[in-house]
């Protein structure tokens, strides 16, 4: 099933509950946008094109829980979900992608709320198919750069979960084992929501591909130690210069990757690059409540003390000197890649 999915029966989303995976399967059903907000804050979806996705189909919701009578009321009730839906999360701007092109491709119909109504949740549906073609493409692309026999280190997660469905890096990963190609996978757990250890170790095992969890502090001895020939990572949002935000940790990860001569990749959609902002240090950075830190336990107890305080950052700049290669549906893009990124980026 995918990740994300609009009910014609009933006009609902239907989202999988990505904070009960590995332990329980569950699809919740949304039939109010500011649920749909709050689903995406809470991270019951989360991965940037899913949230693209999710943002996309809560629009259509809106359309559909509105019962304004004309053109003009419901435009305005769009416009105050559009509001709602784009501070969900800040950093993955698939999010607000997104919202922008469902607006702008329905600006023009004026024929009556249902037409409008009908417009939204078509360009919703086109946004969320696109996504799983487009994830395909990338797969295929990125397969090429994967040699039979490789470890890849890969970070957070990247899958048919943190997509539509297939996945980004991940997906590149599904592709080249489908190829034939042997690939053992380094999975960073990826503190402190733990999505490798959660999701993509769940997702592996769905596809029988060989991995071994590693906590996120381990990669470099991996990569010090000449077993790791690939890394890879998706993306929240990659600047036009190519600086790539995404899951905290990646910049180490990075590093530590250029300082072994290992290549590092980033996977991405152009949906998210955006040519808007000039080098990493102008994304919005995510902080998420310090709960998600703390709250660890070891052995059935919390490890840190309860007066503790704590920082929980969600997103790092990994800087485009880091980062070998940037595949996207539309290629491998490698540096400079102020030069080389806007080509790929449609203007749409
Ligand atoms: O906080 P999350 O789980 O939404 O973060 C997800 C990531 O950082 C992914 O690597 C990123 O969205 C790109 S993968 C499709």
């Known amino acids: 099933?995918?990740?994300?999915?609009?009910?014609?029966?009933?006009?609902?989303?239907?989202?999988?509950?990505?904070?009960?995976?590995?332990?329980?399967?569950?699809v919740n059903e949304y039939s109010d946008y500011r649920d749909v907000a709050q689903a995406i804050s809470d991270m019951v979806v989360r991965g940037a094109p899913?949230?693209?996705?999710?943002?996309?189909?809560?629009?259509?919701?809106?359309?559909?829980?509105?019962?304004?009578?004309?053109?003009?009321?419901?435009?305005?009730?769009?416009?105050?979900?559009?509001?709602?839906?784009e501070k969900a999360r800040p950093t993955a701007v698939n999010l607000s992608w997104a919202l922008k092109r469902i607006m702008r491709r329905t600006a023009d119909v004026a024929d009556s709320p249902d037409a409008l109504r009908e417009a939204v949740l078509e360009e919703a549906q086109k946004i969320a198919d696109e996504d799983v073609q487009i994830n395909k493409n990338m797969a295929r692309h990125g397969a090429e750069l994967i040699d039979d026999g490789d470890t890849i280190i890969h970070h957070c997660n990247t899958g048919a979960l943190a997509t539509v469905d297939w996945g980004t890096a991940l997906g590149v990963i599904r592709t080249a084992h489908e190829q034939g190609k042997d690939i053992h996978v380094l999975v960073d757990e990826t503190r402190p929501r733990l999505q490798g250890?959660?999701?993509?170790?769940?997702?592996?095992?769905?596809?029988?591909?060989?991995?071994?969890i590693i906590s996120d502090n381990m990669a470099g001895h991996f990569l010090s130690t000449g077993q790791v020939q690939k890394v890879v990572f998706g993306a929240d949002r990659v600047a036009a210069n190519g600086d790539v935000a995404n899951k905290i940790g990646t910049y180490m990860l990075a590093l530590a990757a250029k300082d072994n001569d290992v290549p590092a990749y980033s996977v991405v959609p152009t949906s998210t690059i955006d040519l808007s902002l000039a080098s990493g240090d102008q994304i919005p950075i995510e902080e998420r409540a310090v709960d998600e830190v703390l709250g660890l336990t070891l052995m059935g107890q919390k490890v840190a003390p309860e007066q503790a305080s704590a920082r929980n950052i969600a997103f790092d700049i990994t800087p485009n000197r880091l980062i070998s290669g940037i595949v996207t549906e539309n290629g491998v893009v490698y540096p400079p890649f102020d030069v080389n990124l806007p080509p790929v980026v449609p203007e749409d």
Not at 197 to 212: C, H, M
């Open 1 to 26: 099933m995918r990740t994300v999915k609009w009910n014609q029966n009933n006009y609902t989303l239907e989202m999988i509950d990505q904070r009960l995976l590995p332990v329980e399967f569950k």
């Open 50 to 85: 899913a949230i693209g996705g999710a943002a996309a189909f809560g629009l259509a919701v809106a359309a559909y829980q509105s019962d304004a009578q004309t053109v003009d009321e419901l435009r305005e009730d769009l416009n105050q979900a559009v509001r709602v839906l």
């Open 197 to 212: 250890a959660r999701l993509t170790a769940w997702e592996l095992d769905r596809y029988n591909i060989s991995y071994d």
